[in-house]
């Protein structure tokens, strides 16, 4: 049960000790939280939805890239859905490697694997309105407009 | 039959989680089109699709009881 989708709040040592192992020189965390100001305009909070059955596969998807890219990995992901306030965690991301450099580099893998890949939404709630946002990478550029089959499955 | 699953602003638009229709032997570009033109679906350009909860490209055809689900672009993170 490493890769969740979760209805409750995350708590962030249970992912953590999923991925705790003898080899291990070092543990990374990533933790996603819910930002108020977005370009100037306040959020007051947002609604998460996820294709869950989907949501895991894809999880477990990054999990296996990951192992396979950076031997002696182990990772862990849990993802939030329903209504998340300011500052609530969204995400976390726990990736445990031999040594600290590849800890540093699967852990920022996954967050930017789970932007592509993994069927979660949120919609923003603004205090004039709402809206269902789109892709929000920030880091990859698809020439097509949208992701190659190859970057989709295995 | 097949289940058709909806998200995020799709969703909004159908009005329902999912439908349930007879999709077999149809390309999943046809249904996607199909439902677009029913529903007036936007943005559909940009969505993806999901058979049996893996991702499909629009000349893969659906066979009786597959599970499809239009995919908008993810916002997860």
Do not use: C
């Amino acid at each position: 049960m490493n890769f969740q989708i979760s209805k409750e709040p995350i708590d962030i040592q249970s992912v953590i000790d999923k991925v705790v192992q003898r080899n291990a020189g070092a543990i990374t965390t990533f933790i996603g939280t819910v930002r108020e100001m977005t370009k100037g305009k306040k959020t007051l909070f947002l609604i998460y939805d996820a294709y869950e059955a989907m949501a895991v596969k894809k999880l477990e998807q990054i999990g296996r890239e990951i192992e396979e890219r950076w031997p002696d990995s182990q990772v862990a992901i849990t993802h939030r859905v329903g209504r998340l306030d300011i500052t609530d965690i969204a995400v976390v991301i726990a990736v445990s490697t031999p040594h600290r450099a590849d800890a540093y580099d699967a852990n920022r893998y996954a967050i930017e694997r789970i932007k592509e890949i993994v069927p979660i939404w949120k919609k923003e709630h603004w205090e004039d309105g709402e809206e269902w946002m789109g892709n929000q990478l920030e880091t990859v550029a698809y020439p097509s407009g949208k992701p190659e089959e190859a970057d989709l499955n295995e | 039959m097949n289940k058709v699953l909806f998200f995020a602003h799709l969703r909004d638009a159908v009005g329902e989680e999912f439908l349930r229709l007879d999709a077999a032997g149809k390309s999943v570009g046809e249904l996607k089109a199909e439902l677009a033109a029913n529903y007036d679906l936007p943005k559909m350009d940009s969505v993806m699709t999901a058979v049996n909860e893996e991702f499909a490209q629009d000349d893969e055809v659906i066979q009786d009881g597959d599970e499809i689900a239009f995919i908008p672009p993810v916002s997860g993170g």
